[in-house]
């Protein structure tokens, strides 16, 4: 069965930064695309950023670009999200989520269960 | 303002049939990328819905149906159950921003 736990959700002040980790197992890791996808209260999903099986192909939404990293650990099944400068309006439910790439088809099929991030003063 | 539009809200009865839309543009559903649905419960996390246009993955009743035509994309649900209230969104891959969107949601309530 296909797991992805993350933690590292956390108050933060505006301007702070945070890492969240997202633990796989089930699957070959090392063999998918990984994304991030975040929520804000009361409001619909975003994709902020993808990592390739290798590493080798990131990308991230324009909302967070400069200010996010996304980074992997194949030998540790872990996949991270560290944020910096960290804005009130990055508030929101932070998703994990196991990538599908075909051709002309990209999506979600596993998420986690979601780590909160409140920017807050 | 989400790249994919979608109601904000669907209502029916149990047993019935809905309907909800999702209209692109050019530089992602009209391009020829693939739509997919995803269905979120209150409270918790999407699960896949439909991937590919129309496919269901293993477990997902056959209530739950997509398509696709043009720069616009459909789901159907049939047979209306309360446990199908929930939030819906549909995402595709947007050429011009190079990642993934999302439609801003539409909420079904089953009256």
């Known amino acids: 069965e296909v797991q992805l736990v993350e933690s590292g959700e956390d108050l933060v002040q505006p301007g702070g930064s945070l890492t969240l980790s997202c633990l796989a197992s089930?699957?070959?890791?090392?063999?998918?695309?990984m994304s991030w996808v975040r929520q804000a209260p009361g409001k619909g999903l975003e994709w902020i950023s993808s990592?390739?099986?290798?590493?080798?192909?990131?990308s991230y939404a324009d909302s967070v670009k400069g200010r996010f990293t996304v980074s992997r650990d194949n030998g540790k099944n872990s996949l991270f999200l560290h944020m910096n400068n960290l804005r009130a309006e990055d508030t929101a439910i932070y998703y994990c989520?196991?990538?599908?790439?075909?051709?002309?088809?990209?999506?979600?099929?596993?998420w986690g269960q979601g780590a909160l991030v409140t920017v807050s003063s | 303002q989400s790249v994919l539009t979608q109601p904000p809200s669907v209502s029916g009865a149990p047993g019935q049939r809905v309907t909800i839309s999702c209209t692109g543009s050019?530089?992602?559903?009209?391009?020829?990328?693939?739509v997919h649905w995803y269905q979120q419960p209150l409270g918790t996390a999407p699960k896949l819905l439909i991937y590919?246009?129309?496919n269901r993955p293993s477990g997902v009743p056959d209530r739950f149906s997509g398509s696709k035509s043009g720069t616009s994309a459909s789901l159907a649900i049939t047979g209306l159950q309360a446990e199908d209230e929930a939030d819906y969104y549909c995402?595709?891959?947007?050429?011009?921003?190079?990642?993934?969107?999302f439609g801003g949601g539409t909420k079904l309530t089953v009256l």
């Open positions: 995402q595709s891959y947007d050429s011009s921003l190079s990642g993934s969107v």
């Open positions: 089930g699957f070959a890791f090392s063999t998918y695309t």
């Open positions: 590919g246009n129309s």
């Open positions: 990592i390739s099986s290798s590493s080798t192909s990131i």
């Open positions: 989520a196991r990538d599908y790439h075909g051709t002309r088809s990209f999506y979600f099929d596993s």
């Open positions: 050019s530089s992602n559903i009209g391009t020829g990328y693939d």
